[in-house]
């Protein structure tokens, strides 16, 4: 998650141990195996079922190591609860909808979701089942309780091709970003897969691998980039987008994709890690801090138009929540409020959707694919 929670000031310092476990079990299966890629490491970082940092931490929130979009304000979870309905009607408000999200977190998002489905179009509300996909069996506890007045219309997959089919929509907010990614870097070879391995005092460290990329898969007219330019390339995030686009091909619907990244494939190390609020070095904490990279839209983009989904998109995330009507839905919220209330859900609104450091309207991009074709708002329609 790139945006790390404020600090909060009676914190205390914590002791920083010299190797986290995880750290310790990766540096033996680097002495027994050799080293690593940088996707089985970022795997091992996030899931592994002993210390992997979904599995054992409760990271999102204003006391978690980073905060989300949905947790800064119920206004986002609703702005996505009104484009849903706006892509339902766009389809022709077909009924039933199977309604997924994948990556739910602690289900903030699909609360506030489904309190505006349910305002703005009982006939979806009644109708629909909730599906949510899920590989941490602790979050899925979590949002057994958030979601807790819907149970009775939920219920959780490992993993997407689980969901049973129908017309669906999906939407998944910072998934991506948690799905591992490759990284090769550039060498007087070409490019070679970057590896975790051991430097001599038993550390880990970056190592260059045997595997070489596919140089069809480089960017466009660039020449030759300067030795140890990073190119990132995340075969598994293909994976995903194109499951869900076939899903929404055979059986209609649309998916709605939002996270951190850009719109053009290029190159650069974006891997980073946040710890204790803060930005730390990826190979420092294995399993003690959250580990994530920049989404390369332009790539999903093009999987989806292969597998012959419509693409709408992509906007920024301020673009996309402002063009939905976040502003004036605030206005509705502050309404009656205390001063301190209404400063805090302008300032709310200002950090979702604004533009400059420590914000995510600039940052953020969304995207939507749906089948049949249909435009959707805010999009801007293709010619
Ligand atoms: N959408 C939430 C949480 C984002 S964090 C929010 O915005 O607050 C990433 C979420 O994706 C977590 O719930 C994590 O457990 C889940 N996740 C990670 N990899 C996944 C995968 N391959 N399939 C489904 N969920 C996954």
Redesign the pocket.
Known sequence: ?TTPADPSPDAPTPAVPAMTPLAGRIANLIRAHGPISVTDYFALC??DPDYGY?QTRE??GAHGDFI????ISQLFGEMIGVFMVHAWQQHGAPTPVKLV??????G??MADMLRVIAKLAPPLFETLEVHL????ER?RGVQRVTLETYSTKISWHG??DQVPEGFTLIA????F???PIRQFVQTKTGFRERMVGLDADDALTFTIGIATLDPSLLPGETGRVPDGTIFEYAP?RQA?MQTLSERLRTHGGTAVVIDYGHMVTSFGDTLQAIRNHDFDAALAHPGEADLTSHVDFEDLARIARDTGVHLNGGLRQGEFLYGLGIAERATVLAKDREPPEQRLIASAVDRLAGEGAGKMGELFKVIAVSSPAIHLMPFRPVE
């Open positions: 998650m996030l899931a979904y990271p999102f989300t979009a949905p947790e999200e994948i990556g739910p977190g602690r903030t998002m996909v899920e590989t941490s979050l993993s997407f998944a907010n910072e998934l970003d948690a799905i598994a995903v």
